[in-house]
């Protein structure tokens, strides 16, 4: 069992979001799976050029040589795709997208569609299960409406999205205290997928559970 994060957080290995990562590849690892966290800040990774010469003049390759070409050989030997962001501006970084539009040489140039979505053939069957992980520094979980709709055409195994997660990184011992529950809750998922491929109706409903009031949240971020 091979699980891969592609975290597209700016702030990399220091960010709220590989806080969850770290936890949800921590269960992983206990289970037995090989793992790995590839912080996309770290990869030179172009932008796709719109020229669909990885569909008629090379098929299934890129005529970019960046580190693109490494990526997408863990991307499709990995039994665990997990896609890692912070909400920036509604969505997912920029930089996770862009590692996204790269993927296109995965696709061919035949059109498919199920239940009126329309999308490309895949130029391989998918075999991966996917995972979202995303935290938002706002309270309240609309503001993850945008990003669950940009990643449901993977049809996600599951989805992890965490509001209040200014709290992730605090330095408050009454706060410690409940992000270290949360995160037990993540790593149990992370052991959960590895060996189910799935998880527990009650694992996922505690991954919901509140860190804080709105109200009080507001007030500990001084807004």
């Known amino acids: 069992m091979k699980i891969t994060v592609f975290n597209g957080s700016p702030a990399g290995i220091n960010s709220s979001t590989n806080v969850i990562a770290e936890a949800f590849l921590n269960g992983a690892k206990k289970a037995g799976a090989e793992v790995e966290n590839i912080f996309l800040t770290e990869k030179n990774i172009n932008h796709c050029k719109g020229c669909f010469a990885c569909w008629f003049k090379t098929p299934g390759t890129c005529i970019i040589d960046d580190d693109m070409n490494e990526l997408m050989q863990k991307y499709t030997y990995s039994d665990i795709v997990?896609?890692?962001?912070?909400?920036?501006?509604?969505n997912m970084t920029a930089?996770?997208?862009?590692?996204?539009?790269?993927?296109?040489?995965?696709?061919?140039?035949?059109?498919?569609?199920?239940?009126?979505?329309?999308?490309?053939?895949?130029?391989?069957?998918?075999?991966?299960?996917?995972?979202?992980?995303s935290n938002c520094g706002f309270p309240g979980n609309k503001n993850f409406d945008i990003l669950q709709l940009s990643v449901s055409p993977c049809k996600p195994a599951l989805e992890i999205y965490r509001n209040c997660g200014k709290l992730l990184k605090s330095t408050t011992e009454n706060v410690q205290v409940i992000v270290r529950k949360y995160l037990q809750v993540v790593e149990q998922a992370g052991y959960e997928m590895a060996t189910q491929g799935e998880i527990h109706e009650e694992t996922k409903d505690n991954l919901n559970m509140e860190l804080?009031?709105?109200?009080?949240?507001?007030?500990?971020?001084?807004?």
């Open 95 to 133: 930089m996770l997208k862009n590692f996204v539009d790269r993927l296109i040489p995965l696709k061919q140039p035949l059109i498919t569609e199920t239940k009126g979505r329309f999308d490309l053939e895949e130029t391989k069957p998918k075999t991966q299960k996917f995972v979202i992980i």
């Open 82 to 90: 997990v896609l890692a962001t912070p909400v920036y501006t509604w």
């Open 212 to 223: 804080m009031s709105t109200v009080d949240y507001v007030k500990h971020l001084g807004m």
